[in-house]
């Protein structure tokens, strides 16, 4: 009966020795790293079904379902962070199983923190946006935002862009050195083609201005 | 459900021996049994949504639900009597109860009472699409369709009359209650998308709280079976008819686009008359 006691507690520590060897915990505390906001990617959203087309490869979209993906990023460290994440994933990597897990890896090393606040998104038409709003016309204020999908927002309501504004520039932890956005058209242009060119400024005075691809928006009845 | 059922009994025994020993009560019973319910409720023309069509939404009648109740009937001094009924209905959640006190006078007796009536707005959102196809229903990157539905509770007190036959193996009880019952106030909202385009919009309902008067008359019939100890074993079979005139006034909130563009407006359906039969079947132990 003793040896049977002993035989089963020595089973149960040796099993969760093993567990803990498999399944490591003992991450380092985050390194915290300031990034700058000196890129933009701007991708084309198709908005008109049910969930956003972020993937669309077309450049011809409902008129009134025009949309953009915005990724603001460090050029430099953004480069450097993809580079040396799976190099840390492998260093981190349970023992036995280091290959199959190069790629899931549980532990944060870094923290990312903007270095500048975005103070201002203005949209250009660059062509004709319609007969009232000619090329070079500001169309911010046909522009709403989605940003953090909470609350209303999970349920598919957009913010202003003022509100948008707002809550990109508050101070928080990212998890790579960038940050996404969309925007969306609350008018549909009028127009064969239209390209529009981007500017976010930041309160250091820099900014970013880019441009979209052009786009053939479809009228209504043509869907 | 059975844990349930038995856990409530419990409860009622508890009470009403204790009731008992205290020389309160002069005798008592308890019932335990199950029930059928069937509601009717004729659709409204209204042109903004109107909760009561999906309330309890059966134009026709049929058992729409199941219910486990127990009850307890006290004999208390000075010709007064209590009944206290405690029920579960397809949720599961013990969300029924009547409380009342009758005084008595010979076979006739006038109620005084409480009770909380469940009932369950059932797939609103068909308000939706049923009415276009042009948008799609609770848009959003992290959602997919949901329901509006929610419990709602017809809550208030009563009074009425009783006649009362009682022989040694055999028990007639006719009640007609009158009552005027509250509803409790809900929340709910859908977001809307249009087809082939950005635009989304919210409409967020605020169901306000509202009276409605109510018609119930009851039949019980009790039969007993054996005598085990100081108990009478019997059964016992019960058949209601409640009648209500209701209707569910709520904030409107219009937002379109954003949430802080938003209009409000207050709105009222009309009444709806509706109908519901109860029928149950159990067992009752009477202590003389």
């Known amino acids: 009966m003793f040896r049977k006691t002993i035989f089963i507690i020595t089973t149960v520590l040796a099993l969760k020795l093993l567990v803990s060897c498999i399944f490591r915990c003992d991450c380092d505390d985050p390194e915290e790293i300031e990034f700058a906001l000196n890129t933009s990617h701007i991708s084309l959203i198709d908005n008109a079904g049910y969930?956003?087309?972020?993937h669309t490869t077309s450049d011809t979209v409902s008129s009134r379902a025009i949309g953009f993906d915005i990724?603001?990023?460090?050029?430099?460290?953004?480069?450097?962070?993809?580079?040396?994440?799976?190099t840390k994933c492998e260093q981190t990597a349970p023992?036995?199983?280091?290959?199959?897990?190069?790629?899931?890896?549980?532990?944060?090393?870094?923290?990312?923190?903007?270095?500048?606040?975005?103070?201002?998104?203005?949209?250009?038409?660059?062509?004709?946006?319609?007969?009232?709003?000619?090329?070079?016309?500001d169309i911010s204020h046909l522009l709403v935002g989605r940003v953090d999908q909470s609350g209303f927002e999970a349920h598919g309501m957009y913010k202003t862009l003022e509100k948008t504004i707002e809550y990109l520039s508050e101070e928080r932890i990212y998890s790579s050195p960038e940050y996404s956005f969309e925007l969306y058209l609350t008018e549909a242009p009028v127009t064969d083609s239209i390209r529009f060119e981007l500017t976010f400024e930041f309160d250091d005075n820099s900014f970013i201005t880019d441009t979209t691809q052009m786009i053939y928006p479809l009228p209504m009845f043509e869907l | 459900m059975k844990t349930k059922l038995i856990i409530l009994t419990g409860f009622l025994w508890i009470l009403t021996t204790e009731a008992t020993e205290a020389q309160l009560v002069q005798r008592y019973s308890i019932d335990g049994f199950l029930?059928?319910?069937?509601?009717?409720?004729?659709?409204?023309?209204?042109?903004?949504?109107?909760?009561?069509?999906?309330?309890?939404?059966?134009?026709?009648?049929?058992?729409?639900?199941?219910?486990?109740?127990?009850?307890?009937?006290?004999?208390i001094k000075n010709n007064w009597e209590a009944d206290l009924e405690v029920g579960v209905g397809s949720s599961l959640i013990p969300n029924r109860f009547d409380l009342r006190a009758?005084?008595?006078?010979?076979?006739?007796?006038?109620?005084?009472g409480i009770e909380n009536r469940p009932f369950f707005v059932y797939e609103a959102e068909l308000y939706y699409s049923e009415a276009s196809t042009s948008f799609y229903i609770n848009h959003g990157p992290n959602l997919?369709?949901?329901?509006?539905?929610?419990?709602?509770?017809?809550?208030g007190p009563y009074s009425g009359i009783n006649y009362t036959f009682e022989n040694e193996k055999f028990i007639f009880r006719g009640d007609i209650n009158a009552g005027l019952s509250l509803n409790n106030r809900d929340h709910c909202y859908v977001t809307l998308k249009e087809k082939?385009?950005?635009?989304?919009?919210?409409?967020?309902?605020l169901i306000k709280s509202s009276a409605a008067w109510w018609l119930n008359p009851e039949l019980y019939f009790y039969v007993k079976l054996f005598r085990f100890n100081t108990f009478d074993i019997g059964i016992r079979v019960g058949a209601g008819y409640y009648l209500t005139q209701k209707k569910l006034p709520y904030d409107y909130i219009e937002r379109h686009w954003t949430y802080e563009n938003a209009e409000q407006q207050h709105i009222t359906p009309p009444a709806h008359l509706l109908h519901q039969l109860n029928a149950d079947f159990g067992i009752s132990v009477r202590m003389k």
């Open chain 2, 35 to 75: 029930g059928v319910k069937s509601t009717f409720n004729k659709n409204s023309d209204f042109e903004g949504l109107d909760f009561m069509n999906y309330f309890e939404n059966y134009e026709e009648y049929y058992i729409d639900e199941f219910y486990l109740n127990a009850s307890s009937h006290l004999w």
């Open chain 1, 71 to 86: 990724t603001l990023s460090d050029s430099i460290i953004t480069g450097q962070y993809f580079t040396a994440l799976p």
């Open chain 1, 95 to 137: 023992i036995f199983i280091k290959g199959a897990y190069a790629w899931s890896c549980d532990c944060v090393f870094w923290e990312f923190k903007a270095k500048q606040k975005i103070k201002a998104i203005r949209m250009i038409a660059l062509t004709d946006f319609n007969q009232d709003l000619p090329a070079q016309s």
């Open chain 1, 51 to 54: 969930y956003p087309d972020y």
């Open chain 2, 102 to 112: 009758i005084k008595r006078f010979n076979k006739l007796g006038i109620n005084f």
């Open chain 2, 196 to 205: 082939n385009s950005n635009y989304v919009w919210s409409e967020e309902y």
């Open chain 2, 144 to 155: 997919s369709y949901s329901y509006i539905q929610f419990d709602l509770f017809l809550l």
